[in-house]
């Protein structure tokens, strides 16, 4: 069996099989490329203190090389699972980016209707501006023609 390989988890059954530490052997199942389904015994391992620890043992359930249409069947239906895997990751990635392109895009649009606020104010304050200083103007011409009255009678009693 190739290291990286699939192993399904242990079944019950042992088959009377013990490997080399003298515990009883279980049947699991290989998933690589060239022993697809087919099973096996190993060492379950024992524990000790952080982990467990196995004797290494190892020993075809069924001596034969898979092959027939079984064989092909199931290598078919694990590139099947391999490419649906691979395209639920594909469609995951695109409603991420989906999703935060709709976030930015909410956000964008709040930060336009806050700019068109803030425009709307703007233009409301320079009006403000404007009328106030037009007032201030008018006031100023007003006082100086007041002034100049106030003078003018200031100077016509003092002559």
């Not at 190739?2 to 052997?25: I, K």
């Not at 930015?104 to 700019?115: A, F, H, I, M, P």
Request: a neutral charge; one cysteine or more.
């Amino acid at each position: 069996m190739s290291t990286g390989s699939f192993v399904s988890a242990a079944s019950v059954e042992n088959h009377g099989v013990v490997c080399d530490c003298g515990l009883p052997s279980p049947v699991r199942r290989s998933w690589t490329r060239r022993n697809p389904d087919r099973r096996f015994h190993t060492c379950k391992g024992r524990r000790v203190e952080n982990g467990y620890i196995d004797c290494g043992f190892f020993r075809w359930y069924n001596q034969g090389d898979p092959s027939g249409w079984q064989f092909l069947a199931l290598l078919e239906a694990r590139e099947m699972m391999e490419e649906q895997r691979m395209q639920i990751a594909a469609l995951t990635n695109e409603v991420t980016t989906l999703s935060m392109n709709a976030e930015n895009d909410v956000k964008s649009k709040e930060l336009g209707n806050r700019c068109e606020a803030l425009k709307r104010d703007v233009q409301v304050l320079t009006e403000r501006c404007i009328g106030l200083q037009n007032v201030l103007i008018a006031s100023t011409v007003g006082f100086g023609a007041v002034f100049g009255v106030m003078m003018l009678m200031w100077t016509s009693n003092t002559a």
